[in-house]
Each structure stands twice: as structure tokens, then as C-alpha cells.
């Protein structure tokens, strides 16, 4: 950064920090307050409900005692298990109870959680956990009053509730009467009504994760119908932006991102999933359907290539190929990672955990692990596949205009063979004659070529280096010569298989070779050969470069005709082929009117009898004689016809874009139970299944992935229901009904308002998994449409807001923060769909972690900056590489999309305020602001005014406008002081700037919108 943007940087900060509007400054109360790890339930109230067995006394014994006294019998001490109620109060060895229900003093585990004998006490000291008081109380009273054992409230099938009695306010949302209900147990009241312009920004934001325009506002403002603000979300709900707002979450979930992973973490193209997804929310898809297709829809009767795009769901995951690796152990990381996802995702169960063991919480044996397992392990993939992009199985995605092109050239194709074919079969007899001839009288030739002697492949680390380096190389060649580097030694070998007019291959990638020959020329003059090669070349003529190619280019045999000038005498002719990746080929004929004569590896076929030549040498003559003798100009010029068309079917074709699918295997793959989950370790053989505590499947139906997906949008599933409304309503208010979103296992936090959790997701269910609905119905619920404002006990009683004593009030996602400047500025690009893209980066972040970043058979290893509109595009769409997340996303929390996350964390770091200050995005977002500010406006409070209510929806106080119009002041001496500053400030970013305004004054407005965008209101 240049002196002088690090001073307007620090002008920023200062007023910032002066104003104590700065959004960094005002940290996210909801985290001050730490978990209270004593019960799962949220904060309680006086008039809290009974003691009860799922909300207050399983959390303690799951956090503090089930790891050494639970399900996992390799772990479990003193023959004791607490989390099956018979065994809890069964007779133990030593012929005390842990457990005597009504009877607290005669229960071995309230003497252990009370002794003051530190080597009696329970928890012991070495697990690092000790018990509350209060949470002592809560097993003493329990124990008290009788130990009542439940079953996990979460493996239990929702039933809808009846609606509780409201005193104050009518019924017209059910998801009130909950909210209120839990209000006056806990003796709370409700929120005031937001204001009309905090409910459209609040909304808008939530449904579409952009903020509303003036114009918008205006008309929301405006209306003064009844149902206004109904209008307005069934407007935003039927927005294209909905569908990409929800998207966002799903990508999380989906572990979705443009590379594959792993230590090369090269490209992949799966982003025809992703506009699947967009669509399949805007459409409304019933979320069954959503389910079925993502986990299974390549398994659906004739199934629709929309479904088998679907199907990509769990093809997201990581996928290497590294040289050395073992295909058998990726392969079971592969089928790992379905597995787990598919249990956080649908589920919320952390079915990862009983990979190696048992689970030491939740009833899932590891047995049971490696049955779920078993549904995905018969996809037809390999454990080491990606190295040229996609994976198998894949689908291709052609254009209309492409199938069209495609089919025009095989037709071509088709029609040119045929002929070529007629013609071919006339060549035997033009063979056999040439033969024939050359027995009978010697061929007068102008020259004679010898055997090729070649020298490599040698690897380079880049194919710039290939060319760039001689390799101690100079002509004339000397055979002998040897070279040395830390492959070994190489040296100049005869090469007798290369034949002129036959492709040659090569083996190596991002390698060199060195081929040289000598051609004995009767007289001096020149000759012509046709030269075709894989990627770079450079030929030598008597020390003399006469033909260099560097770029890299698809293989046809006719690439270049090249004029060789022989002397009289002897001739050196020297190739340097440099490959840039992937299997590569050499060919070079001589035009049959230069009557070369043929090298001696040629002559040594001619001199054995036909029937006794091998198949290969057989094709070798063939191919030297139609390539170099045969003076045939309607064969020529088929040949290169067909070669022409089948290279342009190889350009058409490799332009169709793919996404990777799910494909099962026509012979179903054996699965077994891995010990310890090693993938070396195979124990007894598993079948498709599931866990024993949920539902079983039907059983008459296969045990394949459809069955499976059809389970989980079953009416008696426990779980999908509840975990994905308690996702969306995490979506709305910051923290789900569920905190613990990811596990709904032992492990996670109760239902802060189960009654309500159960009722949305019966409802849920009832309206055909309709998500526009439950949507519809929350952000229409009065307790969404309470205002945030919230006293600091009301904080610090309940920091999650799970109580819903005040509308929701978050920092935004990362994507959601960078969006709004983008649209604030007018930079937004709107298109929906289409291939990532990769805006602003620092440095060369890609190079520093990239296994050989200038190697070409890998993708995705240098950072090549996109222009233009794909600057602007919202973030969803920003390239996403999986060992380098977009760095101003992570330094926002965004994940690294390595692996399933449901839940985002929010932090608030310095690191995020020196991004939204200095990153090029929101510097350049804040220059087009101000330029928009100076069009719009007249005067600096119509400015203020403007640029504040784009950003936060609303009218700045006299007292804010105050502040932020002493500093335009302040900005616009300063720069008129040093004018090369406001210049260095207004040439961040590639949008063009309107240079009939003036700089000065431009610059000012520029640290003046950037202040207002970082407000805590702005990404709030």
C-alpha cells in the first residue's frame, strides 16, 4: 500500500474511532456470555418448568459422565453405564447402586458427585471437568424425584402441539402463541413493532441478502394498506435474489467450492449444481423432492438430467489424485464424507464420531456407521480421479448450439471416413506396387534421412524453463555428450520407433525431449515436411532455428508445413519438444514431391518379407508410405480434412462444460465394518442400513440411496423436519430454536422452545415440505417483526436471543457484507447462474501454497484476476479454492468449505476492519458510492442523507449527519493539502471514475462512504 493510501486509511480510523460509529467497535453482545454448560436449556426464569430428564439432566451426564460410563464399552468404567436406565440402577460389583430412584443418599452417583475426597470425586480430576453446583442440585433433586429416564426428545417423531392460550394478542400467527407462552413462563414481555424502514432492510436482507433501494423503501413507506408488509415479502419471496440468498447456506452445507482439495487443489466445474440449486429454491421445489433428487436423483425411473445434476449433491467433497497416494484409502474418505454430510445435513447427527468406535453419546454403534456407509459406497468412481478437472461419473452439459456443432461435425466425420475409407482401400494395391518397384530397380532420391536419436524426456519444473534451458544442447550434436541433474543421468539413445509419417508418443509431464537425425542431400535445396506436435517446439537446421512454436496447442499431424533448406552433403536437423502436460505426440513427414528416400529403419522392414512383418511394423510402413511417398492429392487432402474436422470436434467438445454426478455401479461393491476406520482393516461385512434408534426402513423396499433419501422425508423421521426448520429459522434470527444446528445428538443444546420447534416442523411436513411457507410464516410472525433494540440485563440474560424477547440483530455473513457494498455502489452485477469468477485477491496467495504453481497439467495454481462486470458479481459466485478460501470471505468467516458446516461462527477480529478498509472491493465500492453521492446530490447533507439511507435504510440523526459532515470537512482539507492522495485513493479499483468531477472532492466523499459502510448498523 502506497504512503498515502495508508493516510487516508488512518483518517478513516480516526474518525472511526473518534465517532465510535465504526461497526468493529461494538462487539457482538451475544457472544459476551458463554454457554451455561449446566443444563441444556436456555437462561430460566423463577417459574421455570419441573426438573425433566431430555432439558436438564441428560446434557450434564452427556457432557461430564457418558464418555467413560455411556454406549462405548472400550471406554466404560466401573462395569457402570448412565445412559440406559435399567443398567443405571442395576446392582454394580461392588454391590452399590449408582442410581437408587427417590433416593438421593443412598445413590452411589450423589456421593461421587459430592465427595470432598478428590480421588472419590466424579468427574475425576484428570477428565478436566468438574461439575456446577448447580448442576449437582439439579442430579441430587432428580435423583430425588424418582430418576425418570426419556428418550432423547430429538429421536422422538414430532407431533404438532396444541396452540397455547394468548392473553394480549390475537392468534393469528401460531408461532406467536409459542413465543409468548415461553415469554410469560420466563416473565418477560414483548419487544415494540420495529419500524417500517428496520422491518424492509431486516427482510430484504434475510430473503433476498440485498439491501432495499431507496426506490423500494419509498413505496414501502408509502403503502398504507393493512397487508403491506405481507406484500412486500411475498414480492421478495418471488425475487430471483431469493433463490441465491438461500443458495448460500446450502453451498456451506454441500461443502460446495471450485477445486477439489487436497494438496494440489486443482479445478473442478460443478457449478451447474449450484444454478440447479438457485432454481430449485426459486421454483419452490417441496423440500422432499429437494431431498430425493440431491441424495438419489440418478436412481429415479428415467431419470431427467435435471435430476442427475442433482444427484451432484455428494460429489462436493474432496477428491485427490497425488501421486503415491493409495485409491482404496480416498476412496473411504470419499464415502466418509457422504456419509457424515448426509447425517449433519439431514439429520444433524454427528455420525462422523462412530467411524473408529462406537459413539460416545449418541446410540450409534459403529456397525451402524459403516451400514450408512454402505448406501454410498456403490458409486462407479475411483479413489484417485480429478486430474484433468471433473471426476467420474459426470455429466456432460452441452448447448443447444454445441449438440448442434457437435452433430454437424460428426456427420462430417462421419461422411469424410466413408469416403476416406474408398479411397484407403485403394492404397494397398499403390503400396504393393511401390514395394514392388523398389525391388525391381533402385528409386532414384534426392536425399536420405537417418534414424532419429533421442535425448529425455527430462522433467522441468515449468515449460518456460523447458524452453529456456539448452541442456548443454549445441550443434552439431555430440552424441556423446550426457547430462545430469536429480532424476539421473541422461544421455542420446537410438530411437528407431520413431517413423516419419507415424505419431509418435511421448511419456512425462511438463517435460523436455531433444530428438536429432542427419539428412544426406544429393544437392542443396530445399525440401518441405508437414510438423505436428503436442504443445511447444523448436526446430534446427544446420544450427540454424528455423521453426519455433511456444504456446500450447491440441495435437493434429499437419499442424505446420516447414520449409527445410538443405546444404549439399550432410545435414543436421534438431527438435526440441516441450510438453506442458498430459500424454503428448510428435509427427513429421516429408512431402513426397522432395523423393527423400526412407531411413533405415523404414528400409529394415522393406527387406523382410510381408508375411513375416510384425502388426506393428506392418503399420509403420503403411504410415510412411501414404505420409511420404504417396503422391496422392485426393488422399492428402481427405486426410487433412479428417484430421481438421476431428480437431475441431475435440475443440467443440472439450468447451462443453460437466458437473460431476452420482452413478451407481452395475455389480454392487462389497462394504464392511473397517476397524478403527482404517480403510486396510476390513472386519465383518456390512449391508445398507440404519441406526436402530431411528425408524426402520420399509422392508420391502432396496436398500439403496433412494430408499434411504425416501426415509428421511418420511412423516415418522425424527429429524429431518426439525433440523431443517431449525435451519431456516438460524437464517432469520442468528441462532436456531436448536443453537447446536450441526447436532441434535446428546451432545447438542435442547430446544430453546421445543413446543414451537415441533409445531413448525409438523407444519412443515403438513404443507407438502413447502419452504416459502414456513418462511413466510416467520418473517410475518410478530416476533420477527419485533424492534432489536434490548436492555443490557435483557443481553445478558439471554445473549442468543432464544428467548425472542426482541427481534433478531446480527452481523451479516460474509458474502451478505460484501453484496451490500456492491449494491450500494451500483457495481452489482445481477446475472444469476453461470461459472465462478475471481475478483480481487492480495498477492500471490494461490502461488505460495500451490503444489507447482507453473506447471499446466494443474489448474487452478496461479490466481488469474478476472475484469470487467465479473468484478461485481455477488459473492456466491466468487471461485472458490478450498486450500485458499477468498481471503476477505475468511477474514469473515466464511468457511474453507473443506467440509460440512451448517453453522457459521462470527468473530470480530482487527483483521476484519483492516478488509473493509483497505480491501480494493469495498475501497472501490466506496469510490463509486461517492460518485453517486456528488450526481445525486446538491449540497453535503443531501449526500449524507443518501449514501446513509442506502446503506442502512434509514434517515441519519441531526447528530450523525453532524459528525459525518465534520468530517467530509476534515477529509476535503486534507486532500486539498496533498492532492497525489486523493489521486492514489481514486485509483483503487478498475471501474472507470467520471474525471470531470473533482478529485479533492471526491476523495473526501470517498473516506466519508466508507466510513458509513463500515458501520456497525451497515453490516448489521
Same mark, same amino acid.
Given at each position: 500500500?502506497?504512503?498515502?493510501?495508508?493516510?487516508?486509511?488512518?483518517?478513516?480510523?480516526?474518525?472511526?474511532?473518534?465517532?465510535? #460509529?465504526?461497526?468493529?467497535?461494538?462487539?457482538?453482545?451475544?457472544?459476551?456470555?458463554?454457554?451455561? &454448560?449446566?443444563?441444556?436449556?436456555?437462561?430460566?426464569?423463577?417459574?421455570?418448568?419441573?426438573?425433566?430428564?431430555?432439558?436438564? +439432566?441428560?446434557?450434564?451426564?452427556?457432557?461430564?459422565?457418558?464418555?467413560?460410563?455411556?454406549?462405548?464399552?472400550?471406554?466404560? %468404567?466401573?462395569?457402570?453405564?448412565?445412559?440406559?436406565?435399567?443398567?443405571?440402577?442395576?446392582?454394580?460389583?461392588?454391590?452399590?447402586?449408582?442410581?437408587?430412584?427417590? *433416593?438421593?443418599?443412598?445413590?452411589?452417583?450423589?456421593?461421587?458427585?459430592?465427595?470432598?475426597?478428590?480421588?472419590?470425586?466424579?468427574?475425576?480430576?484428570?477428565?478436566?471437568?468438574?461439575?456446577?453446583?448447580?448442576?449437582?442440585?439439579?442430579?441430587?433433586?432428580?435423583?430425588?424425584?424418582?430418576? =425418570?429416564?426419556?428418550?432423547?426428545?430429538?429421536?422422538?417423531?414430532?407431533?404438532?402441539?396444541?396452540?397455547? &392460550?394468548? /392473553?394480549?394478542?390475537?392468534?393469528?400467527?401460531?408461532?406467536?402463541?409459542?413465543?409468548?407462552? =415461553?415469554?410469560?413462563?420466563?416473565?418477560?414481555?414483548?419487544?415494540?413493532?420495529?419500524?417500517?424502514?428496520?422491518?424492509?432492510?431486516?427482510?430484504?436482507?434475510?430473503?433476498?441478502?440485498?439491501?432495499?433501494?431507496?426506490?423500494?423503501?419509498?413505496?414501502?413507506?408509502?403503502?398504507?394498506?393493512?397487508?403491506?408488509?405481507?406484500?412486500? !415479502?411475498?414480492?421478495?419471496?418471488?425475487?430471483?435474489?431469493?433463490?441465491?440468498?438461500?443458495?448460500?447456506?446450502?453451498?456451506?452445507?454441500?461443502?460446495?467450492?471450485?477445486?477439489?482439495?487436497?494438496?494440489?487443489?486443482?479445478?473442478?466445474?460443478?457449478?451447474?449444481?449450484?444454478?440447479?440449486? #438457485?432454481?430449485?429454491?426459486?421454483?419452490?421445489?417441496?423440500?422432499?423432492?429437494?431431498?430425493?433428487?440431491?441424495?438419489?436423483?440418478?436412481?429415479?425411473?428415467?431419470?431427467? !438430467?435435471?435430476?442427475?445434476?442433482?444427484?451432484?449433491?455428494?460429489?462436493?467433497?474432496?477428491?485427490?489424485?497425488?501421486?503415491?497416494? +493409495?485409491?482404496?484409502?480416498?476412496?473411504?474418505?470419499?464415502?466418509?464424507?457422504?456419509?457424515?454430510?448426509?447425517?449433519?445435513?439431514?439429520?444433524?447427527?454427528?455420525?462422523?464420531?462412530?467411524?473408529?468406535?462406537?459413539?460416545?453419546?449418541?446410540?450409534?454403534?459403529?456397525?451402524?456407521?459403516?451400514?450408512?456407509?454402505?448406501?454410498?459406497?456403490?458409486?462407479?468412481?475411483?479413489?484417485?480421479?480429478?486430474?484433468? $478437472?471433473?471426476?467420474?461419473?459426470?455429466?456432460?452439459?452441452?448447448?443447444?448450439?454445441?449438440?448442434?456443432?457437435?452433430?454437424?461435425?460428426?456427420?462430417? #466425420?462421419?461422411?469424410?471416413?466413408?469416403?476416406?475409407?474408398?479411397?484407403?482401400?485403394?492404397?494397398?494395391?499403390?503400396?504393393?506396387?511401390?514395394?514392388?518397384?523398389?525391388?525391381?530397380?533402385?528409386?532414384?532420391?534426392?536425399?536420405?534421412?537417418?534414424?532419429?536419436?533421442?535425448?529425455?524426456?527430462?522433467?522441468?519444473?515449468?515449460?518456460?524453463?523447458?524452453?529456456?534451458?539448452?541442456?548443454?544442447?549445441?550443434?552439431?550434436?555430440?552424441?556423446?555428450?550426457?547430462?545430469?541433474?536429480?532424476?539421473?543421468?541422461?544421455?542420446?539413445?537410438?530411437?528407431?520407433?520413431?517413423?516419419?509419417?507415424?505419431?509418435?508418443?511421448?511419456?512425462?509431464?511438463?517435460?523436455?525431449?531433444?530428438?536429432?537425425?542427419?539428412?544426406?542431400?544429393?544437392?542443396?535445396?530445399?525440401?518441405?515436411?508437414?510438423?505436428?506436435?503436442?504443445?511447444?517446439?523448436?526446430?534446427?537446421?544446420?544450427?540454424?532455428?528455423?521453426?519455433?512454436?511456444?504456446?500450447?496447442?491440441?495435437?493434429?499431424?499437419?499442424?505446420?508445413?516447414?520449409?527445410?533448406?538443405?546444404? =549439399?552433403?550432410?545435414?543436421?536437423?534438431?527438435?526440441?519438444?516441450?510438453?506442458?502436460?498430459?500424454?503428448?505426440?510428435?509427427?513429421?513427414?516429408?512431402?513426397?514431391?522432395? =523423393?527423400? @528416400?526412407?531411413?533405415?529403419?523404414?528400409?529394415?522392414?522393406?527387406?523382410?518379407?510381408?508375411?513375416?512383418?510384425?502388426?506393428?511394423?506392418?503399420?509403420?510402413?503403411?504410415?510412411?508410405?501414404?505420409?511420404?511417398?504417396?503422391?496422392?492429392?485426393?488422399?492428402? @487432402?481427405?486426410?487433412?480434412?479428417?484430421?481438421?474436422?476431428?480437431?475441431?470436434?475435440?475443440?467443440?467438445?472439450?468447451?462443453?462444460?460437466?458437473?460431476?454426478?452420482?452413478?451407481?455401479?452395475?455389480?454392487?461393491?462389497?462394504?464392511?465394518?473397517?476397524?478403527?476406520?482404517?480403510?486396510?482393516?476390513?472386519?465383518?461385512?456390512?449391508?445398507? $442400513?440404519?441406526?436402530?434408534?431411528?425408524?426402520?426402513?420399509?422392508?420391502?423396499?432396496?436398500?439403496?440411496?433412494?430408499?434411504?433419501?425416501?426415509?428421511?422425508?418420511?412423516?415418522?423421521?425424527?429429524?429431518?423436519?426439525?433440523?431443517?426448520?431449525?435451519?431456516?429459522?438460524?437464517?432469520?434470527?442468528?441462532?436456531?430454536?436448536?443453537?447446536?444446528?450441526?447436532?441434535?445428538?446428546?451432545? %447438542?443444546?435442547?430446544?430453546?422452545?421445543?413446543?414451537?420447534?415441533?409445531?413448525?416442523?409438523?407444519?412443515?411436513?403438513?404443507? @407438502?415440505?413447502?419452504? *416459502?411457507?414456513?418462511?413466510?410464516?416467520?418473517?410475518?410472525?410478530?416476533?420477527?417483526?419485533?424492534?432489536?433494540?434490548?436492555?443490557?440485563?435483557? #443481553?445478558?440474560?439471554?445473549?442468543?436471543?432464544?428467548?425472542?424477547?426482541?427481534?433478531?440483530?446480527?452481523?451479516?455473513?460474509?458474502?451478505?457484507?460484501?453484496?451490500?457494498?456492491?449494491?450500494?455502489?451500483?457495481?452489482?452485477? @445481477?446475472?444469476?447462474?453461470?461459472?465462478?469468477?475471481?475478483?480481487?485477491?492480495?498477492?500471490?496467495?494461490?502461488?505460495?501454497?500451490?503444489?507447482?504453481?507453473?506447471?499446466?497439467?494443474?489448474?487452478?495454481?496461479?490466481?488469474?484476476?478476472?475484469?470487467?462486470?465479473?468484478?461485481?458479481?455477488?459473492?456466491?459466485?466468487?471461485?472458490?479454492?478450498?486450500?485458499?478460501?477468498?481471503?476477505?470471505?475468511?477474514?469473515?468467516?466464511?468457511?474453507?468449505?473443506?467440509?460440512?458446516?451448517?453453522?457459521?461462527?462470527?468473530?470480530?477480529?482487527?483483521?476484519?476492519?483492516?478488509?473493509?478498509?483497505?480491501?480494493?472491493?469495498?475501497?472501490?465500492?466506496?469510490?463509486?458510492?461517492?460518485?453517486?453521492?456528488?450526481?445525486?446530490?446538491?449540497?453535503? /447533507?443531501?449526500?449524507?442523507?443518501?449514501?446513509?439511507?442506502?446503506?442502512?435504510?434509514?434517515?441519519?440523526?441531526?447528530?450523525?449527519?453532524?459528525?459525518?459532515?465534520?468530517?467530509?470537512?476534515?477529509?476535503?482539507?486534507?486532500?486539498?493539502?496533498?492532492?497525489?492522495?486523493?489521486?492514489?485513493?481514486?485509483?483503487?479499483?478498475?471501474?472507470?471514475?467520471?474525471?470531470?468531477?473533482?478529485?479533492? !472532492?471526491?476523495?473526501?466523499?470517498?473516506?466519508?462512504?466508507?466510513?458509513?459502510?463500515?458501520?456497525?448498523?451497515?453490516?448489521?
Amino acid at each position: 500500500m502506497s504512503r498515502s493510501r495508508y493516510r487516508c486509511v488512518s483518517l478513516v480510523l480516526a474518525v472511526s474511532g473518534a465517532v465510535a #460509529i465504526f461497526w468493529l467497535a461494538v462487539q457482538d453482545r451475544r457472544q459476551a456470555v458463554a454457554d451455561d &454448560a449446566s443444563t441444556g436449556s436456555t437462561a430460566r426464569g423463577p417459574d421455570a418448568a419441573p426438573i425433566r430428564f431430555s432439558r436438564d +439432566i441428560r446434557p450434564i451426564l452427556s457432557q461430564n459422565c457418558f464418555l467413560c460410563h455411556g454406549q462405548d464399552e472400550s471406554r466404560r %468404567g466401573g462395569g457402570l453405564r448412565l445412559d440406559v436406565p435399567e443398567l443405571a440402577v442395576a446392582e454394580l460389583d461392588s454391590g452399590a447402586r449408582a442410581i437408587v430412584p427417590g *433416593k438421593p443418599h443412598q445413590s452411589e452417583l450423589v456421593a461421587r458427585i459430592t465427595a470432598e475426597d478428590d480421588s472419590l470425586r466424579m468427574p475425576p480430576e484428570e477428565s478436566h471437568k468438574t461439575l456446577t453446583t448447580r448442576q449437582i442440585e439439579l442430579l441430587t433433586q432428580w435423583v430425588a424425584d424418582g430418576a =425418570k429416564y426419556e428418550a432423547h426428545w430429538s429421536f422422538i417423531p414430532p407431533q404438532r402441539p396444541g396452540l397455547p &392460550a394468548r /392473553a394480549d394478542r390475537s392468534a393469528s400467527n401460531p408461532i406467536d402463541g409459542f413465543v409468548h407462552a =415461553k415469554l410469560a413462563q420466563e416473565r418477560l414481555s414483548w419487544a415494540p413493532s420495529a419500524d417500517k424502514r428496520t422491518l424492509i432492510r431486516r427482510v430484504t436482507l434475510d430473503l433476498t441478502g440485498l439491501p432495499p433501494t431507496p426506490e423500494e423503501i419509498a413505496s414501502f413507506l408509502a403503502d398504507e394498506r393493512p397487508d403491506a408488509y405481507e406484500r412486500l !415479502v411475498d414480492r421478495l419471496l418471488a425475487s430471483p435474489q431469493y433463490g441465491e440468498r438461500m443458495a448460500m447456506d446450502w453451498l456451506d452445507a454441500a461443502r460446495y467450492a471450485d477445486t477439489h482439495g487436497y494438496h494440489i487443489d486443482s479445478h473442478r466445474d460443478m457449478w451447474a449444481w449450484r444454478d440447479w440449486v #438457485i432454481n430449485a429454491f426459486n421454483e419452490n421445489l417441496p423440500f422432499d423432492k429437494f431431498t430425493v433428487w440431491q441424495l438419489a436423483g440418478d436412481l429415479l425411473p428415467e431419470a431427467t !438430467v435435471e435430476q442427475q445434476v442433482a444427484s451432484g449433491f455428494n460429489r462436493n467433497h474432496p477428491i485427490n489424485f497425488e501421486g503415491g497416494a +493409495i485409491p482404496e484409502e480416498y476412496h473411504v474418505e470419499y464415502v466418509v464424507d457422504r456419509a457424515t454430510t448426509t447425517g449433519t445435513v439431514w439429520m444433524g447427527l454427528t455420525l462422523g464420531c462412530a467411524r473408529c468406535h462406537d459413539h460416545k453419546y449418541d446410540p450409534i454403534t459403529q456397525t451402524e456407521f459403516f451400514r450408512m456407509f454402505a448406501f454410498f459406497n456403490n458409486v462407479d468412481e475411483a479413489g484417485l480421479d480429478g486430474y484433468r $478437472g471433473n471426476a467420474q461419473p459426470m455429466l456432460e452439459l452441452p448447448s443447444d448450439e454445441q449438440r448442434r456443432a457437435v452433430a454437424h461435425l460428426n456427420d462430417e #466425420i462421419k461422411r469424410l471416413e466413408e469416403t476416406f475409407a474408398e479411397r484407403e482401400a485403394k492404397l494397398v494395391d499403390a503400396q504393393n506396387q511401390w514395394e514392388t518397384q523398389r525391388k525391381e530397380a533402385p528409386v532414384a532420391t534426392r536425399a536420405t534421412p537417418t534414424d532419429w536419436v533421442q535425448w529425455g524426456p527430462v522433467a522441468v519444473d515449468t515449460p518456460e524453463l523447458g524452453l529456456a534451458t539448452t541442456f548443454d544442447i549445441s550443434t552439431p550434436v555430440r552424441l556423446e555428450q550426457k547430462y545430469r541433474n536429480e532424476d539421473g543421468e541422461h544421455r542420446w539413445l537410438p530411437a528407431p520407433q520413431i517413423v516419419d509419417g507415424k505419431t509418435a508418443d511421448f511419456s512425462g509431464d511438463s517435460s523436455v525431449v531433444h530428438l536429432v537425425r542427419q539428412i544426406e542431400s544429393a544437392d542443396a535445396g530445399a525440401i518441405q515436411a508437414s510438423v505436428g506436435t503436442s504443445d511447444a517446439i523448436q526446430l534446427w537446421l544446420n544450427g540454424k532455428l528455423i521453426f519455433e512454436r511456444r504456446e500450447q496447442q491440441a495435437f493434429s499431424p499437419r499442424q505446420q508445413v516447414i520449409e527445410l533448406p538443405l546444404a =549439399k552433403g550432410a545435414n543436421e536437423l534438431l527438435v526440441k519438444l516441450v510438453n506442458y502436460g498430459w500424454e503428448w505426440q510428435f509427427h513429421l513427414a516429408f512431402d513426397p514431391e522432395s =523423393k527423400l @528416400g526412407p531411413a533405415p529403419n523404414v528400409e529394415a522392414i522393406l527387406a523382410l518379407a510381408s508375411e513375416k512383418r510384425s502388426a506393428d511394423q506392418k503399420s509403420s510402413l503403411q504410415a510412411y508410405f501414404r505420409a511420404n511417398q504417396l503422391n496422392d492429392a485426393e488422399y492428402q @487432402g481427405l486426410a487433412t480434412d479428417l484430421a481438421n474436422r476431428r480437431a475441431e470436434l475435440a475443440a467443440v467438445t472439450g468447451r462443453i462444460p460437466s458437473t460431476m454426478v452420482m452413478r451407481e455401479l452395475a455389480d454392487p461393491r462389497k462394504s464392511f465394518r473397517l476397524d478403527r476406520g482404517q480403510y486396510s482393516s476390513p472386519a465383518e461385512e456390512v449391508t445398507p $442400513g440404519v441406526p436402530a434408534a431411528l425408524p426402520a426402513l420399509p422392508k420391502d423396499a432396496p436398500a439403496n440411496r433412494l430408499t434411504l433419501a425416501r426415509w428421511l422425508v418420511s412423516r415418522e423421521h425424527p429429524l429431518t423436519a426439525r433440523v431443517t426448520v431449525n435451519r431456516l429459522w438460524q437464517a432469520l434470527f442468528g441462532t436456531g430454536l436448536v443453537k447446536t444446528s450441526e447436532d441434535f445428538g446428546l451432545q %447438542g443444546q435442547f430446544p430453546a422452545n421445543p413446543d414451537l420447534l415441533d409445531w413448525l416442523a409438523v407444519e412443515f411436513i403438513d404443507s @407438502g415440505w413447502d419452504v *416459502k411457507h414456513i418462511l413466510r410464516l416467520v418473517v410475518t410472525s410478530d416476533a420477527y417483526r419485533q424492534s432489536s433494540a434490548a436492555s443490557a440485563e435483557l #443481553i445478558a440474560r439471554d445473549p442468543d436471543n432464544q428467548l425472542l424477547a426482541r427481534g433478531p440483530r446480527f452481523r451479516m455473513s460474509a458474502e451478505l457484507i460484501r453484496d451490500l457494498a456492491l449494491s450500494t455502489s451500483g457495481l452489482l452485477d @445481477g446475472r444469476i447462474g453461470g461459472p465462478s469468477v475471481t475478483p480481487y485477491q492480495p498477492g500471490d496467495l494461490w502461488g505460495e501454497l500451490a503444489h507447482q504453481k507453473h506447471n499446466y497439467k494443474f489448474s487452478a495454481q496461479l490466481f488469474e484476476q478476472d475484469h470487467g462486470d465479473d468484478l461485481y458479481r455477488r459473492s456466491m459466485y466468487t471461485f472458490w479454492k478450498r486450500s485458499v478460501p477468498p481471503p476477505n470471505l475468511t477474514a469473515l468467516d466464511a468457511p474453507s468449505r473443506e467440509v460440512c458446516t451448517v453453522r457459521r461462527e462470527r468473530t470480530n477480529t482487527p483483521l476484519q476492519a483492516l478488509v473493509l478498509l483497505n480491501d480494493p472491493t469495498f475501497v472501490e465500492a466506496a469510490r463509486q458510492l461517492a460518485e453517486r453521492m456528488m450526481h445525486e446530490c446538491d449540497d453535503p /447533507a443531501a449526500c449524507i442523507q443518501f449514501a446513509f439511507e442506502l446503506a442502512t435504510a434509514r434517515i441519519p440523526s441531526d447528530r450523525e449527519a453532524a459528525i459525518l459532515r465534520a468530517e467530509y470537512e476534515k477529509q476535503l482539507a486534507s486532500f486539498a493539502q496533498e492532492p497525489s492522495a486523493a489521486a492514489a485513493l481514486l485509483a483503487v479499483g478498475e471501474s472507470p471514475r467520471d474525471a470531470t468531477l473533482d478529485a479533492v !472532492v471526491h476523495a473526501a466523499w470517498t473516506n466519508v462512504a466508507l466510513v458509513i459502510l463500515n458501520l456497525d448498523e451497515s453490516v448489521t
